[in-house]
């Protein structure tokens, strides 16, 4: 909360007797005044057929009434008015102070007596009730600001401004209404500087500035009441972390009003309060940022290991057919010539494929990914895969069934081809029967699958083999990274689709992606099937 906004108000939740202004004050006793001459007036309409007990009775009804609604002195002083009037107007002889019997006195002396006790007892009741709810009262108090800190659960949301004002906002309203006037919260931060609760570093010239920095430095409570600076007209409280404190928060008291200890525990129980929810905040925040450089550390360890196998691997045999045929050429038959040639071709394929796979994981993992789409026909790319997969498949093992006519789809040609191309040489590599590849459009997305007869994938692993550098079961003796279908399922989430695996019935695998098609024109296309 901006420093220019602070003032002093009175807290709320102080006494009510020391909160009465004067206008109050002076109803209570117009009213003890009214409620005199109202029971003498009802006395004298009803003089000749009452006992001057019952007359007794009728004053006492109005002390009653006083007491309830009035203090302690105005309930006393309306006993005393009350005995003066029944002496007064009805106890022989009237119009005169003086008593002509003890038996008058001694009912003059017990109606005081009862009146007094009357008024001290519903003081003492209205007090304690006072009290009571008083105390109810901070209850929910720390009941909605420990409901509005179980949100915060993240040290960018005190650090950072923008997430700070979401998270801490509902908190500082909370203290705001517990202590009737706008509180200030000083963080301190990593370079002992001093923050806000939006985040914004508190000026240097601030007034309450030299306050909060010294009860931080001190971890001890400043302001009125307290052994340090009484002077102030404000408490300055820290919210401490075992012997460490976090913060220190400005809490401003009314001139003599409200200063009391069981206040100032209640402010401090506020505060402690905030204190744990910002060390919950700093400990996620660092248990979160341990678990990343974990992540990060594992996935480059697991890269550096696919670099160093599989691109090593391929690379060698390039190396050593490429020897062969620049030194042993004319040693060699025809062939094995051609054998050496297939085997270069075939080796810088699979580094083609690795390295592009490799580029796209890393570029679909960052936090800023884009994704140029543009309108596609689903039947051209699936024809360019197929096109580029014949090289692989000289069986023509891979059968496409495309219907004429589907919707075109906003995507990256490129992208999308690359996950066709993934998925269809992991089922040829992984299985020896046919491969289809199916399309169909359900009225909302597209649907394209690839489904195979290969081993297969455990139910339990359906999510599982999608994750960065890790393979199937299956995988033993095939060569690969494992990043092919993690870069399948991220191109189709950033394309706002999914991609999934499950059991073909009679055995074998099927991915099935499917894609969101937006309004635009169908274009006739002529079915592909081969």
């Not at 004067?22 to 005044?33: E, H, S, T």
């Not at 985040?199 to 971890?219: N, S």
């Not at 809490?251 to 129980?269: C, K, L, N, S």
């Not at 042993?328 to 580094?351: F, G, N």
Request: charged residues 20%; negative net charge; contains cysteine.
């Amino acid at each position: 909360m901006p420093a220019s906004e602070h003032r002093s108000l009175p807290i709320q939740g102080s006494r009510p007797e020391l909160s009465r202004s004067a206008g109050p004050r002076l109803r209570g006793w117009l009213f003890v005044i009214g409620a005199v001459a109202m029971a003498s007036l009802l006395c004298w309409a009803v003089d000749r057929h009452l006992s001057l007990t019952v007359q007794a009775a009728v004053y006492l009804v109005a002390v009653v009434v006083v007491a309830y609604r009035c203090d302690r002195a105005q309930s006393a002083t309306a006993a005393l008015l009350s005995v003066l009037s029944l002496n007064l107007l009805f106890v022989p002889p009237r119009g005169t102070l003086s008593v002509d019997s003890a038996e008058h006195l001694l009912t003059l002396g017990a109606f005081l007596v009862v009146a007094l006790l009357i008024s001290h007892l519903s003081a003492r009741l209205r007090g304690e009730t006072a009290h009571a709810q008083d105390r109810e009262r901070r209850a929910l108090q720390l009941q909605g600001l420990a409901g509005e800190l179980a949100a915060l659960a993240d040290v960018a949301d005190v650090v950072d401004a923008h997430h700070s004002q979401q998270a801490l906002r509902p908190a500082m309203q909370r203290l705001d209404q517990a202590c009737g006037a706008p509180v200030l919260l000083a963080i301190r931060q990593a370079d002992d500087k001093l923050a806000d609760a939006a985040g914004a570093l508190l000026p240097a010239d601030l007034p309450q500035r030299a306050a909060l920095q010294h009860c931080i430095d001190d971890g001890r409570a400043l302001g009125p009441g307290t052994d340090r600076w009484p002077d102030l007209t404000a408490w300055y409280l820290p919210l401490r972390d075992g012997m460490q404190t976090l913060a220190a928060l400005e809490w401003p008291v009314a001139d003599g009003a409200g200063i009391d200890d069981e206040t100032r525990q209640h402010a401090q129980a506020m505060c402690d309060l905030l204190s744990a929810a910002l060390q919950r905040a700093r400990h996620a925040a660092q248990a979160f940022t341990a678990r990343s450089q974990a992540q990060l550390e594992q996935q480059r360890s697991a890269l550096l290991a696919a670099v160093s196998h599989d691109f090593r691997t391929p690379l060698a045999s390039i190396v050593g057919a490429a020897s062969s045929l620049s030194e042993q050429r004319d040693r060699l038959t025809e062939a094995d010539r051609e054998r050496l040639v297939a085997l270069i071709a075939q080796e810088a394929d699979y580094l083609v494929t690795m390295t592009e796979n490799t580029l796209q994981w890393a570029r679909l993992s960052s936090a800023q990914r884009e994704v140029q789409r543009d309108w596609q026909s689903l039947e051209e790319i699936i024809g360019t895969v197929l096109a580029r997969v014949r090289r692989r498949d000289p069986q023509r093992r891979v059968q496409a069934h495309v219907p004429a006519a589907l919707p075109l789809v906003r995507a990256d040609p490129i992208m999308l081809a690359q996950l066709l191309d993934n998925l269809l040489d992991n089922a040829l590599k992984y299985s020896d029967g046919p491969v289809d590849i199916d399309a169909a459009f359900d009225g909302q997305a597209l649907r394209v699958s690839v489904n195979d007869r290969g081993p297969g994938h455990p139910a339990r692993d359906a999510d599982r083999i999608f994750e960065s550098f890790v393979r199937g079961a299956s995988s033993a003796g095939v060569r690969g990274s494992g990043l092919g279908l993690a870069v399948c399922r991220a191109i189709a989430e950033a394309h706002g689709g999914t991609l999934i695996a499950k059991a073909r019935v009679g055995g074998g695998s099927s991915f099935v992606l499917s894609l969101v098609v937006e309004d635009a024109p169908a274009v006739p296309v002529e079915a592909v099937g081969e």
